[in-house]
């Protein structure tokens, strides 16, 4: 419990610089509101400064006469205690629905030998792997993204029948000043990275074996070496 001597900005500006879930009561102890930082003293010690655009919070701000703050050890641990206590009990000042701003994703590991590999669902399903709950669903993605190239299960089960164990390379070409960027893939693991010089024309036809997981980063890659070498333009992916 607040000092009843000590202001709550005073009392803000001595929480850690960790990640938590923060709640502020009025004096007759009542909720006002509750919210997730990934460092409580920044963001508490800024309602009492200049608001922004959280400017319909000034009034709440004044009937502020405690503050608590519970320390987590991530950010997306606050996520998921913020989500549980606003399921629980959603104060006035709340603006976002029960249970947070961020949908629970699960990740969901196919061990099929013809379709081996993870994607991001909504719901788990019986029968099947799951990895989960987790909140933040473009984190999410962006995790499982990273996990299909780097260590890409659909080419990573050697001598299971329909598994490739090897994808040779994959290739992304920078049409303006031709800059050829391929990655190795050994054994499913993402094992070298090469570029030089090479004409679009000669990578174009190979577009359309170019793995989805893959596309993208190749691409952006590929532009990235053209920019590198001082040059600008459009960029073709490809994979051999």
Known sequence: MN???????????????APGVYRFRDA?????????????RRRVVSYWGDLGDRAHLAPMVARVARVEAV?????HEAAWLERNLL???L????????GGQEVAVWIRLSESARAPGVQVVHQPAPGVRHFGPYLGGRKVRLAVSGVCRVLPLAYAGAGQPGARADMARVLGV????????GFAVRGGYLTGWTQRGCGEASARRH????????AGFAQRNAELAARLAGSTGSAASAAV
């Open 207 to 214: 577009l359309s074996k170019t793995p989805p997981e893959w």
């Open 3 to 17: 000092d009843p001597g000590v202001a709550p900005r005073e009392v803000a500006a001595g929480l850690p610089l």
């Open 87 to 89: 399921q629980a009990s």
């Open 28 to 40: 007759a102890g009542r909720v006002l509101y509750l919210g997730r930082a990934t460092s409580l």
């Open 91 to 98: 104060p006035p000042w709340n603006r976002v629905r029960s």
């Open 174 to 181: 920078s049409a303006a000043e031709p800059a050829l960027t």
């Open 71 to 75: 320390v987590c050890d991530s950010a």
